[in-house]
Every structure is written in C-alpha cells, then in structure tokens.
C-alpha cells in the first residue's frame, strides 16, 4: 500500500513569487494535514483539511493556503515567498479526524527561497 | 493548550545499550501520546502509540515507550541501541477531545549511538 506521497521533492524559489506543494494521502484516508519544519524551529502545524474543508490552521500568515480536493488530495500555496519560508514541508494523513489515529506522514517537500 | 517537553536535545549511548528518550506531556483531557523517528533528509516515521489500556507500549524496531500518568510522562525506550537507530526522535500529544486534531509535537531529541 502506497504511503503519503509529496510532490516536488525540492523546489527552489525567488523571494516574492509563489509555491505549490502537493501531497496525496494513503488510500481511505480524509483527513491531511501540513506542517512546516524549519531549522531551528522544530515541527509547526500549518493547516489541517477533512472532507474538503480547512478545519483548522496554524499561527502562519494568510499567504500561507491550501485546499483539498474530492479525492482527499491537497494542495499548500505559499504567496509572495519570503527567505524564511525555506524549509521542508511535510504533509501528513490520516484515516479520519479521531484524536487516536495514527497521522503518517510523507517523505516532505524541501523549498528553499533565494 | 496542549504541550511536549523533549529535555534533552541529543541522547548519547553505546550499541548495546539500553536507551531512554524522555517526554513529558501536557493536555487537559486525556492523553494520546505518540512517538515518531526521523532519518536525515526523510519525513517521519511512526513508531507506536498510546491510546489507552497497558502503560507498556511496543512498537517497531523494537521500541517501546512507558506511559505515567502522575508523571505525565511517556518515555521512549529500547532494551539493545544499534548504530541505525541513530536518528531524530520526536514526541508528540494530541488531547482526547481531538481539539483542532492537530499532533503537537517536542523539539526533538536527537539520538547518537556509537559503537
């Protein structure tokens, strides 16, 4: 059974421009969710999506977004890149959004801005 | 709000030796506790769980992590370290309510085993 697979692997970005993740979670699973690892500042929650809907988001700013799509699916934009963005960027999912489940995650999407 | 405490940035042990990796935890319902690993460059990997039941959890590779509950604790153990079990370890909570669902994860311990 295929994991959570992210895509691109790396992504290499100017300041000011924008970035597009994109994550497709193990089969059967709703809910997806995006953290964001920076160095030096461990794992931080961005956004959490369930059956379509954004449920809840981290402290990030608005130019931080995403959706997800009919098939589970998701997407995370990053607008007007800034130096600080340059991490890596792992979606993660699960069966659905009961607290005991089991989050996977995938290998991640390292975005470097310059 | 929920929390995790990881207090040791970097855990040294000899292979062979058994190892502890500490957690300490704070949510105000009921815990589900949790311990991924972290190869270099890789995402995460789940290693076991605590829901509820047992205080002893076994996961893969041979971890396994003991829940205390007056010690809102959740320390990840293995009787033998192998050099491959050298990596990142990360503990995270995430409150019985499943407030926002959201993991909240420590900082991280990072594990060195040397021969």
């Known amino acids: 059974e295929a994991g959570v697979t992210q895509s691109p692997t790396h992504l290499i970005k100017t300041r000011g421009q924008q970035a597009t993740l994109r994550c497709s979670p193990i089969?059967?699973?709703?809910?997806v969710y995006w953290y964001q690892q920076a160095l030096g500042l461990g794992l931080q929650f961005l956004l959490w999506?369930?059956?379509?809907?954004?449920?809840n988001r981290g402290n990030f700013p608005p130019r931080f977004s995403g959706r997800q799509f009919p098939n589970y699916s998701s997407e995370l934009n990053v607008n007007a890149l800034e130096l600080e963005d340059s991490a890596l960027y792992l979606c993660?999912?699960?069966?659905?959004?009961?607290?005991?489940?089991?989050?996977?995650f995938g290998e991640g999407s390292w975005l470097t801005v310059v | 709000a929920q929390s995790v405490a990881q207090p040791e940035d970097q855990v040294n042990v000899a292979e062979g030796n058994p190892l502890t990796v500490k957690c300490t935890y704070s949510?105000?319902?009921?815990?589900?506790l949790f311990w991924y690993v972290q190869y270099p460059n890789r995402g995460l990997q789940f290693l076991l769980k605590?829901?509820?039941?047992?205080?002893l959890v076994k996961g893969s590779y041979g971890f396994e992590a003991e829940f205390n509950k007056s010690q809102t604790s959740f320390h990840l153990k293995k009787p033998s370290a192998l050099v491959s079990d050298s990596a990142l370890y990360f503990c995270?909570?995430?409150?019985?309510?499943?407030?926002?669902?959201?993991?909240?994860f420590g900082t991280g311990t990072r594990l060195q085993v040397t021969l």
């Open positions: 993660a999912s699960s069966l659905f959004s009961g607290s005991g489940n089991t989050i996977y």
């Open positions: 089969s059967g699973h709703t809910s």
């Open positions: 999506y369930d059956e379509g809907e954004e449920r």
């Open positions: 949510v105000s319902g009921n815990p589900y």
């Open positions: 605590y829901i509820t039941g047992d205080n």
């Open positions: 995270a909570v995430r409150d019985e309510a499943g407030t926002a669902s959201k993991l909240t």
